[in-house]
């Protein structure tokens, strides 16, 4: 089951995070991986430990928000079979402690850059007559949550951009599904804790992990799993679906 033999994948945010997890556990199940990522040195280790364990890949450096560096890369493949919409940023802050050069840098990497990848692939899948499409949304776009007004603006955009793309090519055996995590251990996380929290990394963690009714943050091998069912052929009737994977966040909080 879940086998992606003779698939190619793109995976954008795969130098760290839950991209690189998703392409290692997608090269693992078959696939040739693309890791695209806007740090080379990063995208080329995902590439080593995949090909280290035995899988192909290959490192691509883009800025997805940068339309004319993703049509370069897309124009270099063979073939993608599987798109996974993995790069993004985030922000702390609400409406009013929002920058506008926030605001636009989110705006860029999490909206534009997510239209960027699928202007590119869409069309190569509709000429080899099929594909998937993974988006990564979050639970910012189905609830509420303190000091993420931009993130969650950007998020709420990638669930609207699932649902037109889910329905427009349909008729084109192309499948378009979205994630939603809650909190992910992830660099990200660490690099945030570091800043905001010097001395209460520890205290803080805790303190995140526990917004989760289920009492911890997500492993990106987690988040790995469930998009790896979406990509693969066990998956082929779903599509225009949004899942969170959130550990009781946005059915149980309360």
Do not use: W
């Not at 926030?102 to 997510?114: H, Q």
């Not at 189905?142 to 609207?160: H, Q």
């Amino acid at each position: 089951m879940f086998s992606l033999q003779q698939k190619h994948a793109v995976i954008t945010g795969a130098g760290s995070g839950i991209g690189k997890a998703v392409a290692l556990l997608l090269a693992k199940q078959g696939a040739r991986v693309y890791a695209v990522d806007l740090n080379e040195g990063q995208a080329l280790e995902t590439v080593k430990e995949i090909e280290a364990a035995g899988g192909t890949a290959a490192a691509l450096v883009a800025d997805v928000s940068k339309q004319d560096q993703v049509l370069k890369v897309f124009g270099e493949l063979p073939k993608v079979d599987i798109l996974v919409n993995s790069a993004g940023v985030s922000h702390v802050g609400t409406v009013e402690t929002t920058p506008e050069a926030d605001f636009d840098r989110l705006y860029s990497v999490n909206v534009k850059g997510v239209y960027n990848c699928l202007f590119a692939a869409i069309p190569l899948m509709k000429q080899q007559g099929g594909g998937v499409i993974i988006n990564m949304s979050s639970i910012a776009a189905l609830v509420g949550i303190p000091d993420r007004f931009a993130y969650s603006m950007t998020k709420g955009a990638v669930s609207a951009m699932t649902l037109s793309v889910a329905k427009d090519y349909i008729h084109d055996k192309i499948r378009c599904n979205s994630i939603s995590p809650a909190r992910v251990h992830t660099p990200f996380v660490d690099g945030f804790l570091k800043k905001n929290y010097p001395g209460k990394e520890a205290e803080m963690f805790e303190k995140l992990s526990r917004t989760q009714p289920i009492g911890r943050m997500a492993k990106p091998e987690e988040i790995a799993g469930l998009i790896l069912y979406l990509c693969s052929e066990e998956a082929s009737f779903i599509t225009g679906c949004d899942y969170p994977i959130d550990g009781g966040f946005t059915r149980l909080n309360n």
